[in-house]
């Protein structure tokens, strides 16, 4: 069996690639919403679906800690179920069909079981070899003084 390989960034977790572009699929969709529901369904589903992707971000600062990081992906978790309810009340509105929802459900759905295998493996992630962020600063004095 091979060494199990670890991302270097969040950037390179598939769960945060989906995210991503599942929160620009309802970008793009919400365009054509109405315009008395930009501060309301409109501004609601663009946060949570935008959450999603945040919050793995900021679960993978939290490796260090295992129960933080996975709180931050419950958070992941629990804004792509916000997702899910708000593409129901649009579905209900009239705003999106009924294969549009269920596209974009099964796209929350999925995301949502790469989360939970993420929590469920979470030692995996919390237990990798380096920690990867920013490189070392080099802080020089000045010596002139």
Known sequence: ????????????????????????????????????????????????????????AEAWAKRRYEKHFISKLTDSDGEQMETQHWLETALDCGYIDEKTRNQLVDKCLEVGRMLGGMMEKSDLFCNAPSRVGESSAEYLTNTDN
């Open 1 to 56: 069996m091979s060494a199990l390989q670890h991302a270097k960034s969040f950037r390179e977790l598939l769960v945060y690639q989906k995210s991503r572009q599942l929160s620009k699929e309802i970008f793009d969709l919400t365009t054509s919403f109405p315009k008395d529901e930009k501060f309301s369904l409109t501004d609601q589903i663009r946060r949570s679906s935008r959450s999603v992707g945040a919050q793995i």
